[in-house]
């Protein structure tokens, strides 16, 4: 067979037989001839996913045509193949839905993560629920998990990584329109922090871990109370303690998603301080990731410069110059110097043009309004 080389195939005869061995056994795929004998492919397909939503359907035929296509892209049919086929097409579409099932996985994952790290969190199901009623968070959602492709696809096409990046933006930009101090913010960040590693002459990849991490580093507040977010004046203290979690939260929270290790730590550390008095572990120095370092640094500077209902923005200049008391305090002098330099040179200026983590290039060429409103 086509696919026994490289994977566990289990064959069955007509529908009845598949469905019985479907709920035997835990099938990731199902390859679907809608001419067989008993019961007939759409019969098949259709109880498929009413009883199994995560198995992912694949059709090939030799008696296709627009009105079955269109039954399957209805029924979340991932590709629809018709006869004759070769070897190299099969193999690529199995693939690429197996991909797309390990994606939605890792989603799930996520999702539960979110229950066993806040408990049953009313405040977390509420963010869950505003990403559901929220029409843009519903088609880039559909998109990124629900999409068939059903359609000639390069065999070296990754559909995890990017995917679990959007599901992740969506997310990330959902917990910020909780707040509209918030908006913006963690775009700005990642503009900020790269312009950083890119002075510091970071490779590609550093440079993309840098940026996915600022983008994501209060990706915790997912469980912050409603009332934090709202904007609502609450003493600076005890607004404080009641976001200490996010960063450990947030790396909970990223670390079984398959990003790369160092993404989750940074998130974990953008809070420590240069002097060691920082939070969650008490780290100084160099012992802290060199990312968290670097968006600590940022992501002060767009907090400091944006609007909070208990305090006005700052001018660049007075930010900078917080950042300069404070550094060797709260920040590291080097990444201090480079971002002063950087802002007072006109490098922040084109943050209006900070885009998204999906975005194929480093740099950022989507649109953002430039009226900032500003972070803890």
Known sequence: MILSGNHQVTTAEEGAEALEILRTETIDLVTVDLN???????????????????????????????????EGIRHGVFDYLTKPFDVVQVTASVER????????????????????VLGQN???NLVLEELDASPL???????????????PQSAGTRVSGPRTIEFLEVLAETIESR????????????????????????????????????????????????????GKLIPEPERLESIRDHPAI???LLLPLGLAASIATTVRHHHERYDGAGYPD???GDDIPLASRIIAV???????????????????????????????????????????????????NSVGSAGTLASSELGFSDGLDTKNRGAA
């Open 250 to 252: 947030g790396e909970k």
């Open 179 to 230: 707040d509209i101090y918030m908006r913006g913010h963690a775009r700005r960040v990642a503009f900020y922090a790269d312009l950083v590693s890119a002075r510091l002459c970071l490779s590609r990849e550093e440079r993309e871990h840098v940026r996915m991490a600022a983008f994501l580093h209060d990706i915790g507040k997912v469980g912050a109370a409603s009332d934090l977010l709202a």
């Open 36 to 70: 067989m004998p008993g019961m007939k492919g759409d019969a098949l397909m259709r109880t498929i996913r009413a009883e199994f939503p995560q198995t992912e359907i694949i059709i090939i035929t030799g008696c296709g045509s627009v009105e079955t296509a269109v």
């Open 282 to 284: 008490g780290l100084a």
């Open 298 to 348: 940022v992501e002060a500077f767009d907090a400091m410069t944006c609007e909070r209902p208990y305090r006005k923005a700052r001018t660049r200049d007075e930010a900078l110059a917080v950042l300069r008391e404070e550094s060797r305090g709260q920040f590291d002098p080097a990444f201090v110097d480079i971002f002063c330099e950087l802002a007072e040179g006109g490098a922040t």
């Open 97 to 116: 839905a197996l991909a797309r099932r390990e994606d939605r996985q890792r989603m799930v994952c996520f999702l539960e993560g979110i229950s066993r």
């Open 137 to 151: 968070a519903q088609e880039r959602l559909r998109a990124v998990l629900e999409e068939p492709l059903l359609g």
């Open 122 to 124: 009313r405040d977390a």
